[in-house]
């Protein structure tokens, strides 16, 4: 789907799926498509009158292309992406050419991972992910399944993933350039209300003063 500036493309993800690689399916036959993968940040805005605005920012930039020649095809590859910033909630395509007007398929891949876990109490479990702001709790798995040899761990039961239930993301939460920027104004509203405080009080001294020395003048 379109993005948010002209020419952008946006591909829904999900931010728990570790991606490492990406790649795109063009459909054209001929076709050289150089690009940047990345997605949009929040921060606070240095318009007047916008509380944050929403940048472009690249995680990676390559040339894709599909070439045809005497019967035979040759595509490009799979490239990587930076270790630690395949975390996405959704991705951005921006086109380096301006003229640019094909819609590629995006894939992403990563290195599927087994999760072991000793659940207490009444079943279902529910395992929450998707904070970037979280503790990490992982454990060793001698200190999860200790005693377990490689055989007895891949005969445990296999846990049956259900319906996924999106809770309050950090979509709908107040987003960290919000905050920030609500923190600065309060600051700016307490400064002047501080230095508007002393004015009143500096006034008041003047004032009193002004008064007493009538008061002495006229006795």
């Known amino acids: 789907m379109a993005g ?18 990406f790649s795109l399916g063009l459909q054209e036959a001929n076709i050289v498509y ?14 007047a009158g916008k509380t944050t605005e929403w940048v472009f920012q690249p995680r990676s930039q390559a040339t894709f292309y599909r070439i045809t020649q ?20 959704e991705w951005v395509i921006r086109p380096l050419n301006a003229a640019a007007t094909a819609q590629p398929e995006l894939g992403l891949s990563w290195q599927p991972a087994t999760l072991i876990f000793l659940a207490g109490g009444t079943p279902p479990y529910t395992l929450s992910f998707g904070r970037s702001d979280a503790t990490p ?16 761990l891949r005969q445990l039961e296999q846990a049956q993933v259900g319906e996924l239930q999106v809770g309050r993301s950090d979509a709908a939460a107040a987003s960290a350039a919000s905050q920030a920027a609500a923190a600065a ?6 400064l ?12 008041g001294m003047v004032w009193r003063l002004v008064r007493q020395m009538n008061a002495g003048k006229k006795a």
């Open 4 to 21: 948010r500036q002209a020419g952008d493309l946006v591909y829904p993800a999900g931010i728990a799926l570790p991606v490492e690689q």
């Open 34 to 47: 150089p690009m940047a993968l990345g997605a949009y940040v929040e921060r606070p805005s240095r318009q």
């Open 70 to 89: 005497d019967g035979q095809t040759r595509c490009s590859g799979a490239v990587g992406i930076g270790l630690g910033l395949g975390h996405q909630q």
């Open 137 to 152: 709790v992982n454990r060793t798995l001698d200190q999860v399944a200790p005693g377990f040899t490689p055989v007895e």
């Open 185 to 190: 104004r309060q600051r700016t509203y307490i």
């Open 192 to 203: 002047w209300g501080v230095l508007l405080l002393g004015v009143a009080i500096l006034g």
